[in-house]
């Protein structure tokens, strides 16, 4: 019986980025679990990076306190 493949909601709300978009990298492994690929710095592709904030980074300003953020300071508003 084929194995039923689990929909990763972090993947489609973005929220895996999240960390990436405070501080540029991922310490607590949030992104990689949400299926992003990293340097072996922990970094994601600038331009994936870029594309992933175009498409999500409105939706991570609703839910960010307001304190810094590196994708805002890289990118521009989304």
């Known amino acids: 019986m084929p194995v039923r493949r689990r929909a990763n909601k972090r993947a ?3 929220s895996a980025w999240d960390e990436i978009f405070v501080y540029s990298f991922d ?3 949030r992104a990689h679990a949400g ?5 072996d710095k922990l970094e994601p ?3 994936e990076a870029r594309a ?3 498409r999500y980074g409105a939706a991570f300003l609703l839910r ?3 304190g810094e953020c590196w994708a ?7």
Do not use: C, Q, S, Y
């Open 45 to 47: 592709d600038i331009n």
């Open 35 to 39: 299926g992003i690929v990293l340097n």
């Open 64 to 66: 960010h306190d307001g």
């Open 52 to 54: 992933a904030w175009r």
């Open 27 to 29: 310490m607590l492994n």
């Open 72 to 78: 805002l300071d890289e990118f521009g508003k989304p």
């Open 12 to 14: 489609t709300d973005g």
